[in-house]
């Protein structure tokens, strides 16, 4: 299955990094990141950095569906970010919603996470663990007699036959070949989303969604991959060029020594 993802790096001034994140055909979220910057005396701590995130929606002030959404990303972020590496200091998120959003929904949820990874690597001034990645995954009632569906959910609009839902985000690190991938789900509120006689969700049940999102989130870590070898080709072209024509300003040094030395030697 291929994602409709859009993603891209963002050129926002007075901060470190920004970029913006969508499931589908637009992006939901634009996300800044300031850091390591100074941090308030009295939210510093003395071994590690301090993580603020704030989630502002399209319209209106934050309300409670912005403060639980940041609460869920600051406890994601710091399974991201190295904390020891910068203590007394201030790393600090700002979430802008580019699309309505009275409810924080599982996939919502997932393109913050998405983007405030993207932010992260735009910036390239914090250390991280590895790179986060979410996606939200839904299961459908069997239709029948069939065995249940998992499927990948990256749009706010209502399905039918819905059974149970949530996120998944995963850490992925590179492993010693370029083709596999160490990831391990960091972190999921996968629950059901009916109510009555209906099976309720076991271990079994979240194993599954749990590997079907763990494919989903690995497409999503691929497509960022992609986004920074397109960013960075065409300094290595431009880097290139320079090496060539640095070698061609060489060449051209010694056969003008070369030459010089000819008329010497007529004289």
Same mark, same amino acid.
């Given at each position: ?67 639980? =959404?940041? #609460?869920?990303?600051?406890? !994601?972020?710091?399974?991201? *970010?190295?904390?020891?590496? /910068?203590?007394? +200091? @201030? ?5 802008? =919603?580019? #699309?309505?959003?009275?409810? !924080?929904?599982?996939?919502? *949820?997932?393109?913050?996470? /998405?983007?405030? +990874? @993207? ?149």
């Amino acid at each position: 299955m291929t994602l409709d993802l859009i993603l891209s790096f963002d050129s926002l001034s007075r901060v470190d990094g920004s970029a913006r994140f969508g499931f589908g055909l637009y992006p939901q979220y634009l996300t800044s990141i300031s850091g390591p910057i100074e941090v308030r005396l009295a939210s510093e701590q003395p071994s590690q950095s301090t993580i603020e995130v704030h989630v502002r929606p399209l319209t209106n002030v934050p309300g409670t569906e912005s403060k639980k =959404a940041a #609460v869920i990303l600051k406890e !994601v972020l710091q399974m991201e *970010v190295i904390m020891e590496a /910068n203590p007394r +200091t @201030l790393i600090q998120f700002v979430v802008q =919603a580019l #699309v309505p959003t009275p409810n !924080v929904t599982d996939e919502l *949820v997932a393109a913050m996470i /998405n983007c405030c +990874t @993207l932010s992260l690597l735009n910036a390239g001034s914090v250390p991280m663990r590895g790179v986060i990645c979410a996606v939200s995954i839904v299961r459908l009632s069997p239709v029948k007699g069939e065995i249940p569906i998992y499927k990948v959910h990256l749009t706010e609009e209502p399905i039918p036959r819905l059974e149970a839902t949530g996120c998944f985000a995963f850490l992925f690190s590179d492993s010693v070949s370029s083709n596999t991938y160490a990831s391990s789900c960091i972190w999921t509120n996968w629950h059901s989303s009916y109510s009555g006689s209906a099976k309720a969700v076991d271990e079994d049940d979240l194993v599954r969604a749990r590997d079907v999102a763990r494919s989903a989130a690995r497409e999503v870590w691929d497509r960022m991959k992609l986004l920074i070898e397109e960013r960075e080709r065409p300094k290595i072209a431009m880097r290139g060029s320079l090496v060539k024509n640095a070698s061609h300003e060489m060449a051209d040094a010694e056969k003008m020594d070369v030459e010089e030395d000819d008329a010497k030697m007529e004289i």
